[in-house]
């Protein structure tokens, strides 16, 4: 887990400390009895199972209430170390009570950003909370996804990266009921950007890809709109409004379910998880993961990307079902590009170790040999005063 001092007082607002989160996987937790029930004024309730027969189970609510219900009706509950995850697709039981129950414990505890596969989901807080400073800037920089808390700082810093990258435009689509906090993401995702470019290195303007910010407050007719997301590479952001007196810390339980519904927050869970969403050209693969095996592509001869590619996934210890190769790209399942630059990051260091450790060793022979030959020097000079010492006085 990352260092989350550099994050300052933002800390507790993006990620629960190590303690907490371990203190969470040590709750008893009976994945068979713990379900989520339907509750007219909750949405979903907490519930034990306490008999089960013919399609109907009986529970047991945790404020008490005995019900029999539909089995069908029943949703399973996730255990308790999932509670203050930070991408809903990692879910173990994918739900709408599961998701508004992480969403809303997330929410009782500030943290308004969730991923949810390629989305980001936040929720207006209705309060000013210190996320937005310029160390958390600063702590977002270079960082990928998976290594910071969710943040629409992070969806624009891999944004930039992929267009540098890639260079591939990029846009990202913030959308959302009136008073969700488009208008006020859009401005954070402007303030990155400026930020950013004060903390760069000042130098001339190169003309490349550009970034356009993508809202529903754009003007703009539907096809141009396709238009222009069909020529860039999207990123998503799903505004919600937690209730409609906007008061700071209370969820609407239906509310906030039914943007869920309308973002298609749970149907792109699913998506994401059972589909291929992340792409890379065969050549670009074949450049940039070649040094995950160099000797998995032949040097003698000349081999197209797409067999290059093939060969090298293929001598990779990973999950084979995890992508898929197309006409032009290979396709991955969410998270293993991720672990393939985790890879690659690691291939890196222990090359640059090694690197590092022939040069200093390199330098510290020829500091040994400096030393040797100082050392020669000093006992020849030894031997020579001793010898004139020893004849000085000779009287001849």
Not at 50 to 79: A, F, H, L, Y
Not at 259 to 270: A, D, F, M, P, T
């Amino acid at each position: 887990m990352m260092d989350m001092t550099e994050f300052g007082e933002a800390a507790p607002f993006l990620r629960k400390s190590e303690k907490e989160l371990m203190m969470l996987q040590t709750v008893a937790f009976d994945g068979k009895k713990k379900c989520w029930v339907p509750d007219d004024k909750k949405a979903y309730v907490e519930a034990e199972i306490t008999e089960s027969s013919g399609g109907k189970v009986t529970v047991e609510t945790t404020d008490g209430r005995t019900m029999t219900i539909k089995e069908d009706d029943v949703q399973s509950m996730n255990p308790p170390k999932f509670d203050m995850i930070e991408d809903m697709a990692m879910l173990t039981h994918l739900n709408e009570a599961s998701v508004l129950y992480l969403n809303r414990k997330r929410y009782s505890n500030w943290m308004i950003y969730t991923y949810s596969g390629l989305f980001c989901v936040t929720i207006n807080p209705y309060k000013w909370l210190p996320v937005y400073k310029s160390e958390v800037v600063a702590a977002y920089k270079g960082k990928r996804r998976s290594e910071a808390p969710p943040h629409i700082f992070s969806i624009a810093d891999n944004a930039y990266h992929d267009m540098l990258r890639n260079r591939e435009n990029q846009s990202m689509l913030i959308t959302g009921e009136s008073g969700a906090g488009k208008t006020v993401n859009t401005k954070r995702v402007i303030q990155y950007f400026a930020t950013v470019a004060a903390l760069g290195e000042p130098g001339k303007k190169k003309k490349g890809a550009s970034f356009q910010t993508v809202s529903s407050l754009h003007k703009e007719n539907l096809n141009k709109l396709m238009t222009n997301l069909r020529s860039t590479a999207p990123h998503f952001v799903r505004c919600i409004i937690p209730n409609e007196s906007k008061t700071p810390g209370e969820m609407d339980a239906f509310l906030v379910l039914h943007q869920l519904r309308c973002n298609g927050v749970l149907e792109g869970i699913r998506i994401c998880r059972k589909g291929f969403p992340n792409r890379v050209l065969y050549a670009d693969f074949k450049q940039r993961y070649r040094i995950l095996n160099p000797g998995a592509i032949p040097e003698d001869k000349f081999v197209d990307s797409r067999k290059a590619a093939e060969k090298l996934l293929a001598s990779l210890d990973i999950d084979h079902n995890q992508y898929r190769f197309g006409h032009t790209k290979v396709f991955f399942k969410a998270g293993l590009l991720g672990h393939l630059e985790e890879m690659r990051d690691e291939r890196l260091a222990k090359i640059l170790t090694m690197i590092q450790a022939r040069a200093r060793g390199r330098l510290m022979r020829i500091e040994f040999q400096k030393i040797v030959e100082r050392r020669d020097a000093l006992l020849v000079i030894q031997w020579n005063i001793r010898a004139f010492m020893a004849v000085k006085n000779w009287p001849w």
